[in-house]
């Protein structure tokens, strides 16, 4: 089976979401690491519900609110200046190191790149200049768009609406579960890249390979377009 193009989630994929850490234990000592892990865990609890509720906010708001939420479970005070901080944080993470090779890797195979993400697109266009990727993908997808966030299908067949093919061409990349899992049901052809060893969802689904870095994604996506 070949592929016409590759969709990469962001972040968690492309860019390092934990690394806000170092920032927020700079504001709160002790804690950043646990405060990253709860805002990130409360940010994607907020687009499952907001979704399966139709309560559409975007994911620059959901951000906001998963990190006022995991600043008063920690019982530390958020003000305004630390919020403005972690929250320009959040719009300029980093990317993981091996991305720039990689995804160079797929450019000069002819492969047609794009994200679909949850982000809202000023956050994608901002995580992907500060990243270094600028001029590596040919659309950058917001389920803005939709309204509904990802694992809606609504959010996943912007990619077949964007290439004019079926979900079955289309490569998806992930490195959370859960979208893979999403991803796999929608039709997409799929690899989780499993950063952290993570043990895999029991949803009755299971990934098409898996993968601990973009070079085994850049291997897989290369062998299907041979």
Same mark, same amino acid.
């Given at each position: 089976m070949t592929i016409r193009?590759?969709?990469f989630d962001a972040y968690g994929t492309l860019f390092d979401v934990y690394s806000v850490g170092a920032l927020a234990e700079e504001l709160f000592?002790?804690?950043g690491a646990q405060l990253a892990t709860i805002w990130r865990d409360k940010q994607i609890e907020y687009t499952r519900l907001r979704t399966l509720c139709d309560k559409y906010q975007d994911f620059? *708001?959901? $951000?906001?609110?998963?990190?006022?939420?995991?600043?008063?479970?920690?019982?530390?005070?958020?003000?305004?200046?630390?919020?403005?901080?972690?929250?320009?944080?959040?719009?300029?993470?980093?990317?993981?190191?091996?991305?720039?090779? *990689?995804?160079?890797?797929?450019?000069?195979?002819?492969?047609?790149?794009?994200?679909?993400?949850?982000? $809202?697109?000023?956050?994608?266009?901002?995580?992907?200049?500060?990243?270094?990727?600028?001029?590596?993908?040919?659309?950058?997808?917001?389920?803005?768009?939709?309204?509904?966030?990802k694992t809606a299908p609504e959010a996943y067949q912007l990619g077949p609406d964007t290439f004019q093919c079926e979900a079955k061409d289309i490569l998806f990349v992930s490195s959370n579960c859960w979208d893979i899992c999403g991803a796999t049901w929608f039709g997409f052809r799929t690899i989780w890249l499993n950063r952290y060893s993570l043990p895999m969802d029991r949803l009755g689904v299971e990934p098409h390979r898996i993968g601990s870095s973009l070079e085994d994604v850049a291997d897989y996506a290369l062998e299907l377009s041979a």
């Open positions: 193009a590759i969709a000592p002790g804690k620059w *708001q959901v $951000t906001e609110d998963a990190l006022d939420f995991a600043c008063a479970a920690l019982k530390e005070e958020l003000n305004a200046e630390a919020r403005d901080r972690l929250m320009g944080q959040y719009a300029e993470l980093s990317a993981f190191p091996e991305n720039a090779v *990689q995804l160079q890797r797929l450019k000069e195979a002819g492969l047609t790149l794009a994200i679909l993400s949850n982000g $809202t697109p000023w956050m994608l266009e901002q995580a992907v200049k500060a990243s270094g990727l600028t001029g590596f993908f040919d659309h950058v997808l917001s389920v803005d768009q939709v309204r509904r966030f």
